[in-house]
Structure formats: structure tokens, C-alpha cells
């Protein structure tokens, strides 16, 4: 069983900071890590690789520095590594993004991918169903447990307030949530084979066969952010005692009239 998790390296949101002036992130000095759904996800992949056997892929888009979080995924336990790294990919959205994964994703080949629910910088929860749509594939999502049963998968999946059980045939794609499991620490010996394997860097050459050009980056986006910010904080709030009911519905009426609400 060939096992890919998509993986993505984040700021650490608890150490974000805005620019008051340009609502910007502040990103010099935030640290990065494995985003935490991705990394529940890889916990699940190598377990099933421990239970079934197999193999177990990474595949990070992202910058050169995604270095160090894909050495953290190899140092836990994975078998290889991608990094999917290019100017042309700058400025992707969630459906350029998705569309430059689920073509690598072809070409190195599966019988199933994991990715996180959603990323903790961005919580659209959407690159995930967009590779498996792409693919043609089904999908899970929200996934908190997982077995495997012949060539099939076991999903109990989270909604709202029950959960469905559901069996999916593979190939197929698992978003998974990070109470799926509580991932594991990364060995010395891990982390020093971590250091000694080679970490496959595909660019837009790699994938141009399959890749249309119009379809990734700023121009293939139908999506942008212009501007981030921050929640604002509340106007102080007016407290009215002594009031009859009449008297206090009248002066309610009065201040969303003045704050032209009403």
C-alpha cells in the first residue's frame, strides 16, 4: 500500500502578530511548524504502514524552509519526501494549490492520500477536497478514526453533533482531524536518518507535461486576500438601570436609531 500525506509548513499562530499599519503578518522571528491536522494525518499513515505495510510519501508545496519541517515528518518515521517548490507557484490559492499537488500526486502514484482537515494559517478547510475532485477519487473528511479492511476504509467521520461511519474504497482520499491520534515524537535515530535522506525538489519543469501554466499561481487563482486583520475590539457597552420596560425599549429604539442600525 502506497500511502501519500500532504503536509503544509505554517506559523506558529499562537506567535502571530499584524502590522497595525499594513494588517499584514508579522512573520520575521514566528517560528514554523507541521501544521497540526497534516501531522495527526502522518501518525495515521505510519500506523497503518505498521499494522498493513506499505510505504509512506510526503508531499510539501511550499519554500526552501519547508526543509525543515519535512526532516521533522522523515525523522517521525516516513519513508520519502517531496517538496514541490517554484517561483511559478507563488500566489496560489486553494484550487491552484490543489491543482499543482494533485498533479504531482499522479505522477509519483497512490492507493491513498491524507491531508489535514485544514491549515492553521489560512482554515479553509478546501485544498483537501480539491486535490481528491482533481483526481477523481473520493473522499473523507473530518476523519477521527480510521482501520483499514481489505482494499476499503473504515472512516468515522465528525458531524456536528453524531458521526457517520462510512467505508470507502481505495484509491481515495482521507482528510483527517487532529483528534484522529496524538502524533508521535521523533527518535534520534530518526532524526538522524532524517538528515541522511534525499528530499526530492520537483519545480515547474518537473510537471509541465501535466500542468497548465494558466491554471497555478496568481494568474490561475480565481481567489486572492487582499488584506488580513485582526478582530476588532468591541465599542464599550451602555448599561440602562432604573427603567421601566416602556421606558427601556424606548431608549434601545433611541441608540439604533443613532447608530443609524435602524
Known sequence: MKIIVCMKQVPDTAEVRLDPKTNTLIRE????????????????ALRLREQHGGTVTVVCMGPAQADVAIREALAMGADDAYLLSAREFGGSDTYATATIIATALKKIGFDLVITGRQAIDGDTAQVGPQIAEQLGIPQVSYAEELRLDGNSLIVKRQFEDQAHILKVKMPCLITALTELNEARYMSVAGIEEAYDKEIKIWGFDDLKDDLNPDWIGLKGSPTNVFKSFGKQPKAASCVMEGLSAEEAVSEIMKKLIERHII
Not at 522571528?29 to 495515521?44: Q, R, Y
Open 29 to 44: 522571528g514566528v517560528p514554523s511548524i507541521i501544521n497540526h491536522d497534516d501531522k495527526s494525518g502522518l501518525e495515521a
